[in-house]
Structures are given as C-alpha cells and as structure tokens.
C-alpha cells in the first residue's frame, strides 16, 4: 500500500512537474505556432486577394493593349497613307527638277560645245590670218601699202587736246614754274653773247655748282627756302663761288637762288637744266641740234635694250669717276663717231643722277633737246625702215594733229608686221598689224 502511495505521489509530483515545467512552453508553442498558421492563413487570403487584383489588372491591361494597339495600327495605316502620298509628290518634284536640270545641263553642255567650237574656229581663223599676213608683208611694197593705210587713217583724226609742257618744268609746282622761267630767262640773257668755249665753261661751272649743292643739303636747303628778301642768300653764295666758277654762272646762280622754289630739290634740278640748257645752245651754235638729237635717242635705244648697262650707269653710290669712264668706253666702241656735245650732255647726265635711272635721264635729256626748238617727239615703231616720203607725210599729219613741230624717232621692229605704233607723250596710237591681230585673239570667247 505504501509503495501504491509512494507511486501515486511520484507520479503525481511527475504530473506538476510536467504541468509547471512542461506544459506551459508547450501551450506557448503550440499558440506561436497558431498564431503562425493564422498569420500565414491571413497572408495567403491576402496573396489570393491580390492574385485577383492582378488578374484583374492583367485583364484591363490586355484590354487596353489590345486597344493601344487598335489605335496604333490604325495611325500606322492612316500615316502610311499619308506619307505614301507626300512619297509621290515629292518624287514628281524631284523628277520634275532633275528634268529641269537635265534640260540645263544639255543646254549649258551645247553652249560650251558652241563656244568652244567657236573658239577653236576663231583661233584658227586667227592663226590662218596672221600666218597669210605674215606672208603677205614679207613684201616690201605691200608692208609699205600697211603703212600708207594707216597714214590715210591718221589723216582723218581730230587735233588732240594734249598739252605739252617741256623738260624740267613738267612736274614743277606753279611756283617753280616761275621761278624756273626767269631762271631760263636769265640764261638766255647771258648765254646769247658767249662763244662755244664760253658756254663749255658755262656748263662745267654750272655742273659743279649742282655738284655743291647735291654734296651739301644743308646748303641746298639753306638757299631753296622760300624768303622774302634774298639778299643774304645772293651774299652766301657771292661768297661761296666768287673766284671758284665764272661771272656768267654765278649771275644765274644768284638769279637762281633769288627765286621762291616749291621744294628744295626743285633749286637743285633748276641748275641742272640750265647746265644742259648750255650745253644744247654749244650745239645749236654749231648747227648740231639735230645730230645731238638722234645720238641722244640712240643712245636711249641701247640702254633700253641693255638693262645691265642701265644698272651700271644708275648706279650712283659708286664713284662718278667710273661711271663716266664706262661711259667713255661705250661711246669710244659704238664704231660710229658720237658728237662731243652729245658726249658732254650724256656725261654731265649720268654724273649727275641721284636715284633715277640712267635709261629715263637720257630719255628726258633727249627730250629736252627735242623741246627746245619749240618740237615734240613723236616715237614710231615700224616693222621696217619709213620712206622719206612716209617720214615728211607723218611728220606733217602728226604735226596738224598735236599743233606743234614734230620730231620723228623711228624704231624698226619687225614683229610689228607692218603699220605704225606711235606714241607722242603719254598719248598712244596704236597701228601696229600684230596689234590688231593680238586684239582679234583677245576679242575671240572665253
């Protein structure tokens, strides 16, 4: 009985022990693991729930796509419509412009065709013409029959209303002008009773008073500025010269300087030109003028054809002294006697130059010669020596035409092929048969 009751209350202490010790988490498992399946329960509801709202959704959505793209075909087709049409029309108008541009090429193609056809054509022509003109003027009588023409044709121009104005004085100031004309003036008082040693002497003082005045600036610009009372520029210069150069150049010297010059180099050209000047009267006084003229052209043609003997005679930074001995040389070697006039006007321009060229000097100094008996020089290109019938006749039409004396200096060029090309100072006529021909070639198209 006691070991029945020692059970009973082992089993029963077991029992509370399970019931405090066991029981308990148990229960609190068991309602976590409630709690779970309930929340698991409320989660699936709600995933049901919201399956259906996808499912619903999916269904609108589809619907809508199926909508949208209802829609979207039917723009594409509408738009397809449309753009197949702008397509068409568009095509018409580029093919409406290339034809248009296909219709300008071929024509802009026939126009070259044509003016390259002319061209060629003209060019032949050209080139035939001259070729049957060249053989045509290898006759002397029928290159003279060019020139005949062209003297009728001369004959029928109206006088020119150019004015001539002669040597030193063409790019003189008014003041210089003047100043200029009583310098000649003066001259001409004192070289009307000297002999040909007293002009010589003349030219070689006036000459070295220019020399002076080159070398010295500060004198040269001293005695060319413009002053009211010219007294103590004459004393200065009394000073100066008295004894050194002879009493006809210092009167005109003193005239010179008692003048009112537009610049200070003006004085300085002044006393050239009336160096020359004497010079040139030597001549006249020998009945030389006209020789002097042509060896001064001459002499103008062979510096015109020799550009290193131009170079050489510019040259003034080197000695004057060399220059004028090369010059001698050249005179010494033309194999022709040069007139000592023209010598002495040639040597006393290049010893003389300062900056311009030897070529242009002598140019000016033989026009200078031209222009003191009152004439104007007339330079004629010709394919071939004038007649002196054809010499006179010109001589007489260019004079009617420019109403003064004219001096022919003629030079034979034989590419002129016949004709004339004149030039009287800045006046050109031109005459010249390869000058026509040229003309044609320019006049042919493009």
């Known amino acids: 009985m006691s070991t029945f009751i020692g059970q009973l209350i082992g089993f029963l202490v077991i029992i509370w022990l399970v019931w405090r010790y066991v029981v308990p988490p148990v229960k609190t498992m068991m309602r976590n693991q409630q709690e779970a399946v309930r929340a698991a329960l409320e989660e699936s509801?709600?995933?049901?729930?919201?399956?259906?709202?996808?499912?619903a959704m999916h269904a609108k959505a589809l619907e809508d796509a199926k909508n949208e793209a209802a829609r979207v075909t039917d723009e594409a087709k509408t738009d397809s419509g449309r753009i197949a049409e702008q397509l068409r029309e568009q095509a018409g108008i580029d093919a409406e412009r290339i034809k248009a541009q296909g219709v300008q090429q071929v024509q802009l193609l026939r126009q070259q065709t044509i003016r390259e056809l002319r061209q060629n054509l003209g060019l032949e022509s050209v080139q035939r013409a001259e070729e049957l003109v060249r053989a045509h003027v290898t006759d002397p009588a029928a290159q003279a029959a060019t020139v005949d023409r062209f003297l009728d044709e001369l004959e029928a121009m109206s006088p020119s209303t150019t004015v001539f104005e002669a040597g030193a004085s063409v790019n003189l100031r008014a003041a210089?002008?003047?100043?200029?004309?009583?310098?000649?003036?003066?001259?001409?008082?004192?070289?009307?009773g000297l002999d040909a040693a007293g002009l010589s002497t003349l030219a070689d003082d006036l000459t070295a008073v220019a020399k002076l005045l080159i070398a010295e600036t500060a004198l040269n610009k001293h005695l060319a500025e413009p002053?009211?009372?010219?007294?103590?520029?004459?004393?200065?210069?009394?000073?100066?010269?008295?004894?050194?150069?002879?009493?006809?150049?210092?009167?005109?010297?003193?005239?010179?300087?008692?003048?009112?010059?537009?610049?200070?180099?003006?004085?300085?050209?002044?006393?050239?030109?009336?160096?020359?000047?004497?010079?040139?009267?030597?001549?006249?006084?020998?009945?030389?003028?006209?020789?002097?003229?042509?060896?001064?052209?001459?002499?103008?043609?062979?510096l015109d054809t020799d550009s290193r003997l131009t170079t050489l005679l510019s040259d003034y930074t080197t000695p004057a002294e060399g220059r004028l001995g090369l010059l001698a040389k050249i005179l010494e070697g033309g194999g022709s006697a040069v007139n000592e006039n023209a010598a002495a006007l040639l040597a006393q321009t290049v010893e003389l130059l300062r900056g311009e060229r030897a070529d242009e000097a002598v140019a000016d100094l033989a026009e200078l010669a031209v222009s003191r008996r009152g004439e104007v020089v007339a330079h004629v290109g010709a394919a071939a020596e004038l007649s002196d019938a054809q010499q006179s006749r010109l001589t007489e039409v260019l004079g009617r035409i420019y109403g003064h004396?004219?001096?022919?200096?003629?030079?034979?060029?034989?590419?002129?092929?016949?004709?004339?090309?004149?030039?009287?100072?800045?006046?050109v006529i031109d005459g010249a048969v390869s000058s026509r021909l040229t003309a044609a070639k320019s006049g042919l198209p493009d």
């Open 227 to 302: 002053k009211d009372d010219a007294a103590p520029a004459v004393r200065l210069l009394e000073r100066l010269l008295d004894g050194k150069v002879g009493a006809p150049a210092l009167d005109i010297v003193k005239t010179a300087v008692s003048q009112r010059w537009s610049t200070e180099s003006n004085l300085v050209e002044a006393v050239e030109h009336v160096a020359r000047l004497a010079l040139l009267v030597r001549a006249d006084k020998a009945n030389q003028s006209e020789e002097v003229e042509d060896q001064l052209f001459k002499f103008g043609r062979v």
């Open 405 to 427: 004396p004219v001096s022919l200096q003629q030079n034979v060029d034989p590419e002129l092929l016949g004709g004339l090309l004149i030039s009287v100072g800045d006046e």
């Open 176 to 192: 210089s002008r003047e100043a200029l004309a009583a310098l000649v003036k003066k001259f001409d008082e004192v070289a009307d």
């Open 45 to 55: 509801a709600s995933a049901a729930k919201k399956l259906a709202d996808a499912d």
